[in-house]
């Protein structure tokens, strides 16, 4: 699945889209995707100049953003917004800088009603980067 693919499930847009591929897709249960981390990404400029280093906290975004491929693929979820409800047990193991290829994976571990958590790892080859639980909350559809 390519950005025009993602950019039809999840209503993120440039410069808040932080997935560039889904690479395996599980509706309801997993997504793998993918980010390439280029020298032009907006936050570079200011985190940090002359040692450019992605947010962790935007590693997770990434890792949420997948992790809502997955539940807005069911039917039931579509045309809705996977909203962030919180981060537990969140660990950060390498920095990822420019060039880096993220490799994002996250699992939903449970879902009731429209709450739910999921777990995710982030990965640069077979190198763990980051990890944590995500706690979200499917709202109502955008019109």
Same mark, same amino acid.
């Given at each position: 699945?390519?950005?025009?693919?993602?950019?039809?499930?999840?209503?993120?847009?440039?410069?808040?889209?932080?997935?560039?591929?889904?690479?395996?897709?599980?509706?309801?249960?997993?997504?793998?995707?993918?980010?390439?981390?280029?020298?032009?990404?907006?936050?570079?400029?200011?985190?940090?100049?002359?040692?450019?280093?992605?947010? *962790?906290?935007?590693?997770?975004? !990434?890792?949420?953003?997948?992790?809502? @491929? /997955?539940?807005?693929? &069911?039917?039931?979820?579509? $045309?809705?917004?996977?909203?962030?409800?919180?981060?537990?047990?969140?660990?950060?193991?390498?920095?990822?800088?420019?060039?880096?290829?993220?490799?994002?994976?996250?699992?939903?571990?449970?879902?009731?009603?429209?709450? *739910?958590?999921?777990?995710?790892? !982030?990965?640069?080859?077979?190198?763990? @980067? /980051?990890?944590?639980? &995500?706690?979200?909350?499917? $709202?109502?559809?955008?019109?």
């Amino acid at each position: 699945m390519e950005t025009i693919d993602i950019q039809k499930i999840l209503p993120h847009r440039y410069p808040f889209l932080m997935v560039d591929r889904i690479l395996t897709l599980e509706a309801g249960k997993k997504a793998v995707g993918q980010k390439n981390v280029t020298s032009n990404e907006w936050y570079f400029e200011g985190h940090f100049p002359g040692q450019p280093v992605m947010p *962790g906290v935007l590693i997770m975004e !990434a890792l949420a953003q997948v992790g809502a @491929v /997955a539940l807005l693929s &069911l039917p039931e979820f579509q $045309g809705r917004v996977a909203l962030f409800g919180g981060m537990d047990k969140v660990r950060f193991r390498r920095q990822v800088i420019p060039g880096d290829v993220l490799t994002l994976e996250t699992e939903i571990i449970k879902l009731k009603g429209r709450i *739910g958590k999921g777990f995710g790892c !982030a990965r640069i080859g077979d190198e763990l @980067v /980051a990890q944590g639980e &995500l706690t979200f909350a499917i $709202g109502e559809k955008i019109e």
